[in-house]
């Protein structure tokens, strides 16, 4: 199957250091636009910033621009989140979107099953 | 504040017909932009309900539908059924921000 899988839960203390991951299967990975969608408890889905895995091309939502990084390594077909490091407010469940073949400015036709991080004293 | 605005809260009976509204700006849904639709049901990823304003992907029903005028953009959903309680949420790109914009999302009850 088509399918976006993401790395496991994760609890974290603020300050620590954290990188998750995205891997496509069954499709040209290197192709697609990956995007990370962020929702915070209870909340609606945030857009953080997206990337081209073919070249490794990013664009950040101004509100996450410095917060996070987002990489790909085309050789594995996997795309990171990464944080330096995370604040409590960073605890949410992150997903990873594949955007459809009409590019960035268009919808998300696949989605991950969601990573949440936990960041707690 | 979500760049796309939609109303937190919609309920109808099964059987029954409901809208959603979508409402974005010049610089997104108005500037062309195409608007896309997902549910999300508890405790579940996201799923593309409706894609280009009004194209379904394989799979989803027809009772749902999408349409786009000026600025704003609607999800239609007929012939209510319990398993539609869930999260909608509408999506476009906007042009200032050069990214990806949802509305705040829309919790659909069925009474």
């Known amino acids: 199957d088509v399918q976006l899988v993401q790395s496991g839960a994760e609890v974290k203390k603020p300050g620590e250091s954290l990188k998750i991951s995205c891997q496509g299967f069954?499709?040209?990975?290197?192709?697609?636009?990956i995007g990370w969608v962020r929702q915070m408890p209870g909340k609606g889905l945030e857009w953080m910033g997206v990337?081209?895995?073919?070249?490794?091309?990013?664009r950040y939502s101004p509100s996450f621009q410095g917060q996070v990084t987002i990489s790909a390594d085309k050789s594995i077909n996997t795309a990171y989140l990464q944080w330096s490091s995370l604040k409590a407010s960073d605890s949410a469940i992150y997903y990873c979107?594949?955007?459809?073949?009409?590019?960035?400015?268009?919808?998300?036709?696949?989605w991950g099953q969601g990573t949440v991080v936990t960041v707690s004293s | 504040q979500s760049v796309l605005t939609q109303p937190p809260s919609v309920s109808g009976a099964p059987g029954q017909r409901v809208t959603i509204s979508c409402t974005g700006n010049?610089?997104?849904?108005?500037?062309?932009?195409?608007a896309h639709w997902y549910q999300q049901l508890p405790g579940t990823a996201p799923r593309l309900l409706i894609y280009?304003?009004?194209h379904r992907p394989s799979g989803v029903p027809d009772r749902f539908s999408g349409s786009k005028s000026g600025t704003s953009a609607s999800l239609a959903i007929s012939g209510l059924q319990a398993d539609d309680e869930a999260d909608y949420y509408c999506?476009?790109?906007?042009?200032?921000?050069?990214?990806?914009?949802f509305g705040g999302g829309t919790k659909l009850t069925v009474l």
């Open positions: 979107a594949r955007h459809t073949d009409y590019g960035s400015r268009d919808g998300f036709d696949l």
């Open positions: 069954h499709y040209s990975f290197t192709t697609f636009y």
């Open positions: 990337i081209y895995p073919g070249d490794s091309y990013s």
């Open positions: 010049s610089s997104n849904i108005g500037a062309g932009y195409a």
């Open positions: 280009g304003n009004n």
């Open positions: 999506q476009s790109y906007d042009d200032r921000l050069s990214g990806s914009v």
